[in-house]
């Protein structure tokens, strides 16, 4: 079964900081890899998309690595701001159905 | 540039009235989802269009959901009959295409089924 799973669940980090946060999945056949963010109330924004072809991209502050081979991709947020308080999102589309799976997100709080 | 707008943004219902969400994605773009979050299940994809034809509807929950989009600036979902157990965030977002594009989401239909 084609799945995406995030860790940790949640995370509590004071501003400043530098973080991680995590996405397995368990096909490598994949056309792309996309992270994004959510805040209460609202739609998705894309932050991030790579290609399967790929192995990173780079946003401002944030950096997205993809390692197909182990089935995993991080996000990096760099110098964390109480504004990148929001939930990320990892997304995934399989080859073979154009269809794109969704992990359960990882909800970031950056404590001022 | 607008964004994918949906409406209504929420919607309170009683159970077994007909729903109808719409959407209207941004101009030019070929793909067109729809998407259901609760907490439960977190976010699935419904059904989604490429050139208002439907690709893939393996996610429509059962016969009592459906969509159509009769043109290119328009898309609906229909619920009937409602049931509480439909009780979900629905969103809606388009894409230029579909693997190598982000894609965009709508705010999202808050719809409470009673």
């Known amino acids: 079964k084609q799945e995406v799973t995030q860790i940790p669940a949640a995370l509590s980090v004071p501003e400043g900081e530098n973080l991680v946060l995590n996405c397995s999945f368990t096909d490598s056949a994949i056309y792309n890899l996309q992270w994004f963010r959510q805040d209460p109330g609202k739609g998705l924004t894309s932050l991030l998309l790579?290609?399967?072809?790929?192995r990173e991209q780079t946003s401002g502050r944030l950096n997205a690595s993809l390692d197909k081979s182990s089935g995993r991709s991080t996000l990096y947020i760099a110098a964390s701001q109480p504004g990148d308080s929001a939930t990320y999102l990892c997304?995934?589309?399989?080859?073979?159905?154009?269809?794109?799976?969704f992990g359960a997100g990882t909800r970031l709080f950056v404590k001022a | 540039d607008a964004g994918v707008i949906q409406s209504p943004r929420h919607e309170v219902t009683e159970m077994g009235q007909e729903v109808t969400l719409r959407c209207k994605p941004i101009?030019?773009?070929?793909?067109l989802f729809w998407y259901r979050q609760t907490m439960m299940r977190g976010l699935e994809l419904l059904i989604y269009f490429n050139n208002n034809v439907p690709i893939d509807d393996s996610g429509m929950p059962e016969d009592r959901f459906s969509a159509k989009m009769p043109n290119a600036s328009f898309s609906t979902l229909k619920i009937q009959p409602s049931e509480p157990r439909d009780s979900a965030v629905y969103f809606c977002a388009s894409s230029l295409d579909n693997s190598n594009q982000p894609q965009h989401f709508g705010d999202g239909t808050r719809l409470s089924i009673l």
């Open positions: 997304a995934v589309m399989y080859v073979g159905g154009f269809k794109t799976i």
């Open positions: 790579i290609q399967s072809s790929q």
């Open positions: 101009s030019g773009h070929d793909y």
